[in-house]
């Protein structure tokens, strides 16, 4: 009795292992004064195709809260469709791209740019909420938070960043009478500190810029997103990230100081790990030594403020697992 009971576990624990959810960011559509955050609504129009031949599910954001809480399971996949900023072109070119193809998505808002030339409207935006598209917050102001650092202490730019959530929802409930539930970083930049004003202030999800798919035990502020623009909005470059799997892993060191990168970084999803690559955006890949599945590397001299550093690990199955991280040093430019 109790054997098979393990066993049963077992299966579930490989089964949630397994699963994973890529969320699709846009910003611009059809608009070609911004090539770096615009994507055409024909590789809109083949991404719907391409999930829903593959099998995927298409989840909201109150799906993604459900399976992140542990009140929903996934299957195998899932995809969720997410816009930033709140740009006029959501409404005029992809909304009804969306609409016709039943697909469900979000918009993350920058709150104090509605009604803006260029950005939605409020009844724009009331219009699409009783289509059941969902809102969520995206700042008021669009501040990259981690920067203030530069000339302000720690707690003050924690105030600052709560203030901004807060005045940002205060709006939106006035305008709308809907509570935004979920949180994206402006820029998909964000300090630890964070996690826990927006569990405070109500927030159930937040989301970053950074790649990959997401798996529950990631936890709820940090869920990455795939940025389909670009050279990433093709075919095949969508083929190959929803081809991925989430790499879990723990840190056993992690230290940026006077500009200098440590890490021992301990894999523990895929559980066989055959090869591991280590990459930083400003040095491209990183020498690092892979010992009982730990990963070392340093020290890495770091120049600029932000980086994205990603994990890419293969098991023997050449099955590609990875993870992103946004690393911050707030003595780089
Ligand atoms: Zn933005």
Redesign the pocket.
């Known amino acids: 009795m109790l054997k098979k009971a393990t066993a049963a576990i077992l299966l579930l624990a490989i089964t949630i292992s397994q699963a994973s959810v890529v969320v699709f960011l846009y910003?611009r559509f059809d608009d070609e004064r911004y090539p770096s955050t615009n994507t055409w609504t024909h590789e809109l129009e083949t991404h719907i195709r391409l999930v829903k031949e593959l099998g995927f599910e298409i989840w909201t954001l109150r799906d993604l809260e459900d399976y992140a809480y542990g009140r929903r399971q996934l299957k195998s996949k899932a995809v969720v469709f997410t816009v930033?900023?709140g740009y006029r072109s959501v409404y005029q070119y992809a909304y009804p791209v969306f609409k016709k193809q039943g697909v469900p998505f979000a918009v993350?808002l920058?709150v104090g740019a509605v009604g803006y030339p260029d950005y939605l409207t409020w009844e724009m935006i009331k219009e699409m909420i009783k289509d059941g598209v969902e809102f969520a917050n995206?700042?008021f102001s669009?501040e990259d938070f981690p920067k203030l650092l530069t000339k302000m202490n720690l707690s003050d730019v924690i105030d600052q960043f709560r203030n901004d959530a807060r005045k940002a929802n205060q709006l939106f409930y006035e305008k709308t009478g809907y509570t935004m539930r979920y949180y994206?970083y402006?820029?998909g930049h964000y300090l630890q500190e964070f996690f826990e004003v927006l569990k405070q202030e109500g927030f159930k999800l937040a989301f970053t810029q950074n790649p990959g798919p997401y798996t529950s035990e990631y936890g709820f502020y940090e869920i990455p997103r795939e940025p389909l623009l670009e050279d990433w909005a093709t075919e095949e470059h969508v083929r190959y990230i929803l081809s991925r799997k989430p790499l879990v892993a723990i840190f056993e060191k992690f230290n940026v100081e006077d500009d200098i990168l440590e890490l021992g970084t301990k894999i523990l999803e895929p559980k066989h790990v055959k090869t591991a690559t280590l990459y930083v955006s400003e040095k491209g890949v990183v020498q690092a030594s892979l010992k009982d599945a730990v990963l070392y590397s340093g020290p890495i001299r770091l120049t600029k403020m932000y980086n994205r550093m990603f994990i890419s690990a293969r098991d023997g199955k050449n099955q590609e697992y990875i993870k992103y991280w946004l690393i911050y040093n707030v003595q780089g430019k």
């Open positions: 910003h930033d900023d993350f920058q995206h700042s669009h994206a402006p820029y």
